[in-house]
């Protein structure tokens, strides 16, 4: 847990027992320490889902759609969008699980994170015949602005198209 602002907290002046001395507190004053203890006993959390199979063409790329969330603590995720809004700056753990069909036995399929349009080195993974598919799973920490944009992208370099699976995952957890 980080160590909480004490910022408003440093321009209180203490009661000499008289009580005709010192800071009167007042709603805001205890709204503010409130809110601090919230942010950090409270961490932003989201886990979401894929109920449906989506297609990737093959050559192509995909941001998957989410149409459930398994928890969202801060309401940073919306519908089915693809993406996720970060409500605080901070250190996060971005991660997914990401299950492919096991129809496309070639080429390899990737995920990679999208941060504001900007993308995080890929994670690959080789496709092999297997009854249960194949899948990638990443997971990293990232520094992350206050309202950045933050999506999976996934990659299929085989000459046909895969086909994301239900049951898929993406979360993200405010680390610090």
């Not at 160590?3 to 010192?22: E, I, Q």
């Not at 089915?80 to 409500?87: E, N, Q, R, S």
């Not at 602005?145 to 999506?151: E, Y």
Request: hydrophobic fraction near 40%; charge should be negative.
């Amino acid at each position: 847990m980080a160590v909480l602002d004490r910022t408003w907290y440093n321009t209180l002046v203490d009661d000499d027992g008289s009580n005709t001395v010192g800071s009167v507190w007042d709603k805001a004053d205890v709204n503010a320490l409130m809110t601090a203890v919230d942010t950090e006993v409270n961490r932003v959390c989201v886990q979401l889902t894929t109920g449906a199979v989506q297609s990737v063409a093959g050559g192509g790329i995909l941001n998957p759609t989410w149409d459930a969330e398994e928890f969202d603590s801060h309401n940073i995720h919306t519908g089915t969008l693809p993406y996720i809004v970060i409500p605080k700056a901070g250190i996060y753990q971005l991660g997914a699980v990401i299950y492919w069909d096991t129809v496309n036995g070639t080429g390899r399929r990737g995920v990679t994170f999208n941060v504001n349009s900007g993308l995080y080195p890929p994670v690959y993974h080789y496709v092999t015949s297997s009854v249960y598919g194949t899948y990638n799973h990443v997971s990293l920490l990232a520094s992350l602005p206050q309202n950045a944009t933050v999506m999976v992208q996934l990659l299929n370099d085989s000459g046909a198209s895969a086909s994301l699976q239900p049951n898929s995952r993406f979360w993200c957890y405010k680390v610090n």
